[in-house]
């Protein structure tokens, strides 16, 4: 069974920076691709970013391109999430994702994923 734990949320004022950070166990990090999600308060839950098994191929919706860093370190079992630039609609709960088959960035929205973390708050103030 796959286990992921996400932390480093909190609040922040517009402008300013987190990073988050998703702590995996159950099989082989280095073996699949991963990503992030986000869901705001009455949306659905949205893509954000993923990456390839090395880190090598990265992938970012439309509205976080250019603050948004996806990153890896496969040693250390854990996904990242650099967010720069923060504006008040990046405030959601933030999960990160892993899917079930290896080797591949899975597609965009949230079915193609198979296991889930539990969420992280990220409040971005005006």
């Known amino acids: 069974q796959v286990h992921l734990v996400e932390s480093g949320g909190g609040v922040v004022q517009t402008g300013g920076s987190l990073r988050l950070s998703c702590a995996a166990s159950g099989r082989v990090f280095s073996s699949y691709g991963m990503g992030w999600f986000r869901q705001a308060p009455g949306k659905e839950r949205e893509f954000v970013a993923a990456i390839s098994v090395r880190g090598g191929t990265t992938k970012y919706a439309d509205s976080v391109k250019g603050r948004f860093i996806i990153s890896r370190d496969n040693d250390k079992n854990t996904l990242y999430l650099q967010l720069n630039s923060l504006k008040p609609n990046d405030t959601a709960v933030y999960y990160c994702?892993?899917?079930?088959?290896?080797?591949?960035?899975?597609?965009?929205?949230?079915?193609?994923?198979?296991?889930w973390g539990h969420g992280n708050q990220v409040t971005v103030s005006s």
């Open positions: 994702a892993a899917p079930r088959k290896e080797y591949i960035i899975p597609e965009p929205v949230p079915y193609a994923y198979d296991f």
